[in-house]
């Protein structure tokens, strides 16, 4: 039996970037056919009514934090100097089994608000990755490393890749997650790059954060950050950059010779340097994807909101209001994301052949309304209020705003008193 997405509008983010009225048929995990209305469906099929609605890829988050729910709402308008040391008062209290409840809110939260496929680091990946799987949103996920931390992580990092594995087919699969350039020493990350191309998994890691990181790889003897991948073999496609906040003029100009893809972070590098990276700059050389990173930087888990941010300040950046087009950046949300993450041939746009990872968004709403641009709708009004459905690998996770395999009410009610403070 397949099922049937019947009378809809489709936003496919193909390479025309066609929008379509036609029906969608997904069998098992795959869209099987796009077609004109009416001609998909056949006896037993099993239909779902998308009159009024907007059918596009899944969102793509590329860069999360899920064990850290429960740190939402910690520290607000801090100073710089504050997120150096990653310690948050109050986050001490938080057992791995919050963290794990954590992960599981933040996947229903990433799930309800559009996003179905994420790039999730922490320490506890071993524990946190099971609880994603849980959820059913795609994932790839790295247990973070550092030299802090020692042999215990690598250990730690083996077992999430020996459970999940490093092919992408897999819903939830595992990357290599170096913590930063300055928290890993060159040993480290070169041990990365060498595990990485033995395993073929991608590696996500935080670079030019803050101006203190960007110091202490100087005084490694380094140019600066990009200096610093280079010459540890991380400077690759398969690497993921995350905030790219201090990177110089110079490495911007550099860096798209490397191709290594750019998780950007507008609210999270906004709310903890006040400043961001310019990315009008790299857009359409290399993959950049948006990320909602961790609760206390940023605090929401939506990428609309993030998509609306990364336009508009980066147009304030550009000093140039006709940047960061519409068009590029629903391709930033969904197959720019995919691309990020080696995704990019399985999910990220809606054409048969591909994973059916996909969002129905509700047209019928004020803020849809009118409809003279889906897509200007979509990245400057409609918000995840209109997300009615989510699908992910042919399976909805998220039924007229409700999700599937959990409950909001109960999450949320996980969330007040196991993330609030306790005697
Ligand atoms: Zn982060």
Known sequence: MATIFAGGTILTVNAADETVRADLRIEGKLISAVGPAGTLDRPGDHV???ADTLIMPGLVNVHTHAGTAFFRGLADDKPREFWSAYAVPGQERFTVDDYVRSAGAAAAEFLLHGTTCIADRLGFMDRIAPALEASGIRAVVGHT??????????ATAERVIERFGTNPERRVHAGLAP??????SDALLTECARRS?????????????SEAEVAAIRVRGYGGALD???????????????HGIYLTDEEIEAWPRHGVPIAHCPASNLKIEARTLAIHRLIGKVPIGLGTDWTVTNNAMDMLSEAR????????????????????MLR?????????LGLGHM?????????ADLLVLDLNRLDSTPHHDFGSNVIYAMGARAVRDVWVDGECLVQRGRLTRGDEATLAQNNRTLGSPRQ
Request: charged fraction near 20%; glycine fraction near 8%.
């Open 332 to 340: 930033m949300l969904t197959i720019d994301g995919a691309r990020a």
């Open 228 to 242: 610093c991948l280079v010459r540890n073999g991380l400077a690759t496609p398969t690497t993921v950059a995350a």
């Open 347 to 355: 999910i990220g746009s809606v054409e048969a052949g591909k994973r």
């Open 48 to 50: 779902v009514d998308c």
């Open 309 to 328: 941010l990364a336009a508009l300040v980066g147009k304030m950046l550009a000093d140039d209001p006709t940047v960061l087009t519409v068009r590029q």
């Open 145 to 154: 490393l550092s030299d802090a931390k020692g042999p215990a992580d690598w």
């Open 197 to 209: 191309a033995a395993q073929g998994c991608r590696i996500f890691i935080h670079v030019a954060q």
């Open 179 to 184: 913590h930063a350039l300055d928290s890993c």
